[in-house]
């Protein structure tokens, strides 16, 4: 097992562990440092994903709105772990795609659903990665509306509401329960 503790040394912040998995937060400001002592023994780069902390009344890691997470494998005693850091609305995060190639397409697509800035990866004013170019706002994030509403689409087109689709399933022989209300209340 490799000492990541170690092989931070002061850029680690917190270290915890959930469920077998261990967390090393890092601030932001050394993401790039931290991750570039990492990446010679964790060479594989599974993934980094967002999260929306907004409405989060627990305790937690970081008090940044956002947390970037970092899943990366150690190919040569295959340790997993995940790196965290923590970032506000409208502050950027440097990117790691110079250090993981493997973080570009994530980067930009947490950029889109989240609007969490990666310095170095942006995408292209007036632009978006996944969703239409005139689609407005970033529809992870904890205050964007859930469903139920008609989907505005280009042209000024009006899709159907969820429920136009909704099909029957198990769930709904429970009065009360799931799929038995409707959603938008129309």
């Known amino acids: 097992m490799v000492d990541v503790t170690t092989l931070l040394g002061d850029l680690l912040h917190a270290?915890?562990?959930?469920?077998?998995?261990?967390y090393y937060i890092v601030k932001k400001e050394?993401?790039?440092?931290?991750?570039?002592?990492?990446?010679?023994?964790?060479?594989?780069?599974?993934?980094?994903?967002?999260?929306?902390?907004s409405t989060w009344s627990h305790p937690r890691d970081l008090e940044e709105r956002f947390?970037?997470?970092?899943?990366?494998?150690s190919m040569s005693?295959?340790?997993?772990?995940?790196?965290?850091?923590?970032?506000?609305?409208?502050e950027s995060i440097p990117s790691l795609k110079?250090?993981?190639?493997?973080a570009e397409y994530p980067e930009k697509e947490i950029g889109d659903l989240y609007g969490i800035i990666f310095s170095g990866n942006e995408l292209a004013?007036?632009?978006r990665?996944?969703?239409?170019?005139?689609?407005?706002?970033?529809?992870?994030?904890?205050e964007y509306p859930l469903g139920?509403?008609?989907?505005?689409?280009?042209?000024?087109?009006?899709?159907?509401a969820i429920e136009d689709k909704m099909t029957p399933h198990a769930g709904e022989s429970f009065p009360g329960k799931t799929g038995s209300d409707t959603v938008s209340g129309r």
């Open 98 to 102: 110079h250090i993981y190639a493997g």
């Open 129 to 142: 990665f996944i969703l239409p170019d005139d689609w407005v706002g970033f529809p992870l994030r904890k």
């Open 148 to 160: 139920g509403e008609d989907v505005l689409f280009d042209l000024a087109s009006r899709g159907p």
């Open 30 to 53: 050394n993401l790039v440092e931290a991750m570039q002592r990492l990446q010679p023994e964790f060479t594989y780069f599974s993934e980094c994903v967002g999260v929306d902390y």
């Open 67 to 73: 947390e970037v997470v970092y899943n990366l494998l």
């Open 15 to 22: 270290k915890s562990e959930k469920f077998g998995e261990e």
């Open 77 to 90: 005693s295959y340790q997993r772990i995940f790196v965290k850091t923590g970032v506000n609305d409208g």
């Open 125 to 127: 004013p007036g632009s």
